[in-house]
């Protein structure tokens, strides 16, 4: 197995696949649909239009610019190559960051996407026990009565009880999800995960094609005429102007257009570091984005909420939303009434694990590099002691279960907030430090299409200051870091999730202090004091 | 790609709104947000695809060992 300096993308449409399979996942499908019905319908494509091109297009591409820019320094890590376009030791440990949002996103999402293996296995032997005739009150409860077997939220360790059979638990799905991520991972940038998204990325395209024809093809109760595929696709996208005209609407766009796209992640900057000088990025980051967009809006914005509502109707308002809601409890209800409701429901949950294992993959790929990169072991005792890291994190996640306060703490300060912070370094690094001229020059560098002119202004005025926004959002809303806070000294649960998260950013700290040892003494240009060699 | 858990618990709305049907404006964002990601995604298959093959084989240095 060579190491992550030696290690290359086989092909430009490889490199792609992998970026863009990062950025599909769950809530492309999920939480999409029920933050644009939420958040003004149609009308949320204002705003979310607005944040794709002032954030998630020019981050993206300030972000491969610089993980290429540092891949010829001989870098692969967020901390290094953020030392690099930053010049100095400030920007390097700010840089953990890039390393830390996808392990702690790891540590959690992996359950998640076991789940969705979890529901495939119940499908594909009958489905989950929801009777079709009973009240839909009832036919709820037994989706979320399932769904908490899978999730142990009633109390702590509940997801190791195996009484209720194996495929009631999400021990089984957790293993075979852990060893396809390990296998995977071990098999190398190249052989494993690009050759995996190359098939797993079509084939979603596929599954969703197929699912959207059954969707937009579901015949009409004649008890209930209104509710057709046609109203469906109203309650989704007829717009509702008074909504815009509240901030959360906004945040919310912009919000979904980073969880994403994947931008502030820490993961495109490491993808980016394998390409060589003159492969491009401009072209491949908006290919990339703009697969991400069609599997959100086109197909996202078509399947979900319109199947929902035709077997629902309107009490679907009343149904749990979100992207859990929306996707373990209220969608089985549907697949409950659906015509081959099963073998539906199997494909969906398939593509909803293929969706989430194209993400979790991304997620270890960028500790594993720096590893690697920080202490000098091979590979594989970089992904023996990346694996054994991250089972300790899905470990704790999965035992301390109950409400999923854990699960719900690390996703809020690392998943959210963590997130809008690194896209804002990264933003000021590349528009300030690095220079704009000098970055979109960089980003020029065998490109096949030319940024245009006003993201020069975009990338050093507009970001920062629509992220600086953000943040001040984030403090101000008694919803975000207040409550996050607040819980802090009210809840044990999320304050020992907490103190876990630190302590991954002390072990992350002292590895790229380790690592800076070796870099200077490699006479490695750390600081960025030099022009980039071929 | 997260925030997962809003609305998980999210107060249940007490009736159900009435339906409203299609509205001009409504098919017009629908058209509009469907028809530009297919045709954006669509254009930048077709560039990449039909672009011709690197000729740079550049690697990076490789001085960290490992």
């Known amino acids: ?534 | 790609m997260h925030m997962l858990l809003v609305a998980l618990q999210a107060p249940a709305a007490p009736q159900p709104a009435p339906i409203v049907p299609m509205t001009p404006i409504g098919w017009l964002f629908l058209i509009a947000s469907v028809g530009s990601v297919v045709f954006l995604v669509l254009w930048c298959f077709y560039r990449v695809l039909t672009a011709p093959p690197d000729d740079h084989v550049v690697k990076p240095p490789d001085a960290l060992g490992g």
């Not at chain 1, 953020?82 to 949002?101: D, H, K, Q, S, T």
């Open chain 1, 1 to 534: 197995m060579s190491s992550s300096n030696q290690q290359q993308w086989g092909s430009r449409l490889g490199v792609i696949l992998a970026v863009a399979g990062s950025a599909v996942g769950l809530g492309n499908f999920l939480r999409f649909p029920g933050k644009a019905a939420e958040n003004g319908g149609g009308a949320f494509m204002i705003p979310y239009v607005c944040a794709l091109l002032l954030l998630g297009i020019p981050l993206g591409w300030a972000e491969w610019s610089m993980g290429r820019y540092g891949g010829r320094k001989g870098f692969h890590s967020a901390p290094a190559i953020m030392g690099v376009m930053g010049r100095g030791r400030i920007a390097r440990y700010l840089g953990v960051l890039g390393v830390l949002i996808p392990l702690g996103v790891y540590f959690y999402y992996v359950l998640i996407e076991s789940w969705c293996l979890g529901y495939m296995f119940k499908y594909l032997s009958g489905g989950i026990g929801i009777t079709g005739g009973a009240a839909i009150a009832d036919q709820v409860a037994t989706s979320t009565a399932v769904h908490g077997q899978f999730t142990g939220s009633g109390a702590d360790g509940a997801v190791f009880d195996l009484s209720a059979g194996w495929n009631s638990t999400l021990l089984v799905p957790f293993l075979i999800t852990v060893l396809a991520n390990v296998y995977l991972l071990y098999r190398g940038l190249s052989g494993g995960i690009e050759t995996f998204c190359k098939w797993a990325m079509p084939a979603m395209a596929v599954i969703a094609l197929i699912v959207l024809a059954r969707v937009l093809t579901l015949p009409t109760d004649p008890a209930t005429p209104e509710q057709n595929v046609v109203n469906g696709l109203a309650y989704m996208w007829n717009p509702h102007w008074d909504k815009l005209g509240n901030p959360s609407a906004w945040m919310a766009a912009a919000g979904q257009i980073f969880f994403s796209l994947s931008v502030g992640f820490g993961v495109i900057i490491n993808y980016a570091s394998y390409l060589k000088k003159k492969d491009d990025v401009v072209l491949s980051g908006l290919t990339a984005a703009a697969t991400n967009e069609y599997f959100e809006v086109a197909m996202g914005g078509l399947i979900t909420l319109t199947a929902a509502f035709v077997f629902l109707g309107m009490s679907l308002t009343t149904l749990p939303g979100g992207t859990f809601g929306m996707g373990f409890q209220t969608l089985p209800v549907v697949f409950a009434h659906m015509p081959l409701g099963n073998m539906i429901g199997a494909l969906w949950f398939f593509m909803l694990f293929l969706a989430a294992i194209t993400s979790s993959l991304s997620m270890l790929q960028p500790t594993l590099a720096f590893v690697e990169e920080a202490t000098g072991i091979s590979r594989k005792a970089a992904v023996t002691l990346v694996v054994a890291i991250s089972l300790i994190g899905n470990a704790y996640v999965m035992y301390f279960s109950k409400d999923l306060t854990v699960l719900g703490t690390i996703d809020s300060w690392v998943g959210e907030f963590f997130i809008v912070v690194l896209a804002l370094v990264q933003a000021l690094v590349f528009g300030w430090i690095f220079g704009i001229r000098r970055g979109i020059d960089e980003a020029h560098l065998g490109a096949r299409l030319r940024i245009p002119r006003i993201f020069e202004f975009i990338i050093k005025y507009v970001s920062p200051a629509f992220l600086i926004w953000m943040l001040v959002n984030f403090c101000i809303d008694e919803h975000s870091l207040p409550a996050w806070i607040a819980a802090l000294g009210e809840n044990e649960a999320a304050r020992n999730a907490v103190l876990f998260i630190g302590a991954v950013i002390v072990f992350l700290v002292v590895l790229t202090a380790i690592g800076e040892k070796r870099w200077r003494a490699a006479g490695l240009d750390v600081d960025g004091k030099h022009p980039a060699k071929d």
